[in-house]
């Protein structure tokens, strides 16, 4: 069978990894891999295919950065030729990003049937793009795999046909258990002079937190005064173009705490959080991570996609508030051991790491009842 899979952002790379591995492998199967090119530098797309040994997408959209409609349009133009050509019997979309959507819509369109990885998370904020684009999606789908209950419960709620639900596990967490024994050997501690457990990772790129300059500078100015220990600052593009433009990246750069680095590769980031006192991050992936990794997790938002990680007392919902943030993440960083030990022996709602295994089963006996 005919599958296509459909990707642009970086996140979607990471969770595709496993799946991509296994239905390469799968001699039933002929994958393609179809780059919308939404993400374009290295550091955002390439770094990725390398170090997690992924094949060539057999193309590229090259639709590069614009408004929603413009990359959502893009992509559904261009991608509409491919898929008539192509004529895959199933479109998988991964995740929630303007890529995930345009091509779940342009595949439906199509009658084609779109498997959705990720199904049914919510924040319930449609003033976030990644929710539109995960209910839409969803609501297009004529398979959805979700990761945990909660989100198989959500997608319920909304009416979706519970035959269509297969709750998997969480791909995110097959590829961690996948490539742990490679981040553990990778040297960004050294290369950046850090020392275990002495230092926060701060990752923020969400469009609510950075293109709106006041929660921009509360959360700098948490971290300027956070001085109590180093934060490591990765700095997504769009980020890094709104801290110029509020002349807060000159303000950081100067801070002898703060090391503020390009984007980093999935092995550098996974070593760090690992090593991590302490994640401070608007990042859906990310929150999660931090709870498979044992880190304490201050999420810099008022709601999240994955309350399992909340209601487990993981992840602590604090937006961005400049105090709230600071008194948090002290108050972490004095209990810090005693709140580790407690974070080891947590349940995992996530699955057990077969997730993409599971979905290649769930797509083959969908084909074959199609047949
Ligand atoms: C997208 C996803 C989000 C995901 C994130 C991970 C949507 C709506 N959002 O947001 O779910 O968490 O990716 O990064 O699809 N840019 C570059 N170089 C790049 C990529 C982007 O300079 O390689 C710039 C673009 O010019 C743009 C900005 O960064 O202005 C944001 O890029 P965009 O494609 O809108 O997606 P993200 O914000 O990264």
């Not at 599958?3 to 199967?29: E, M, T, V, Y």
């Not at 550091?43 to 094949?55: C, V």
């Not at 981040?183 to 950075?210: D, F, G, S």
Request: aromatic letters at 4%.
């Amino acid at each position: 069978m005919n599958i296509a899979l459909i990707l642009g952002a970086r996140p979607q790379i990471i969770k595709s990894a496993s799946f991509i591995h296994l239905a390469s492998q799968d001699l039933q199967i002929s994958l393609n891999i179809i780059h919308t090119g939404q993400h374009y530098d290295y550091e955002m797309t390439k770094i990725f295919f390398e170090e997690l040994s992924l094949p060539e997408p057999m193309a590229n959209l090259n639709v590069g950065s614009g408004t929603h409609a413009q990359q959502t349009a893009r992509i559904m133009l261009r991608l509409e030729k491919l898929l008539q050509r192509q004529k895959p019997d199933v479109v998988v979309v991964p995740g929630d990003t303007n890529s995930t959507l345009a091509g779940a819509l342009t595949s439906a369109k199509l009658h084609i049937p779109v498997a959705h990885i990720e199904a049914g998370a919510r924040s319930y904020d449609m003033y976030m793009p990644e929710e539109i684009n995960r209910c839409l999606t969803d609501h297009c789908s004529t398979l959805l795999f979700t990761p945990t209950e909660n989100c198989t419960r959500n997608l319920l709620k909304e009416g979706i046909d519970k035959a269509k639900i297969h709750q998997t596990g969480d791909t995110m967490y097959d590829v961690l258990l996948q490539q742990l024994s490679k981040a553990e050997k990778n040297q960004i501690l050294e290369k950046l002079a850090l020392t275990p457990k002495t230092y926060a990772l701060l990752t923020t790129h969400r469009p609510e937190n950075v293109n709106n300059p006041e929660n921009l500078k509360n959360i700098t100015e948490a971290i300027i005064r956070l001085n109590q220990l180093t934060i490591v600052f990765p700095v997504h593009p769009r980020t890094q173009k709104q801290l110029r433009k509020t002349r807060l990246l000159k303000k950081l750069e100067k801070q002898k705490h703060i090391k503020i680095v390009k984007p980093l590769g999935y092995h550098e980031t996974i070593k760090l959080i690992k090593n991590a006192a302490l994640v401070l991050t608007d990042s859906g992936g990310m929150q999660k991570e931090a709870f498979w990794l044992n880190t304490p997790c201050i999420t810099l938002r008022k709601i999240t996609e994955w309350p399992e990680t909340v209601k487990l007392g993981a992840n602590y919902l604090i937006g961005t508030n400049t105090q709230k943030i600071k008194e948090k993440a002290s108050e972490i960083l004095e209990k810090k051991d005693e709140i580790i030990e407690k974070l080891k022996n947590l349940p995992n709602p996530f699955g057990e790491g077969d997730a993409s295994q599971k979905i290649i089963e769930a797509i083959k006996s969908f084909q074959k009842k199609s047949n």
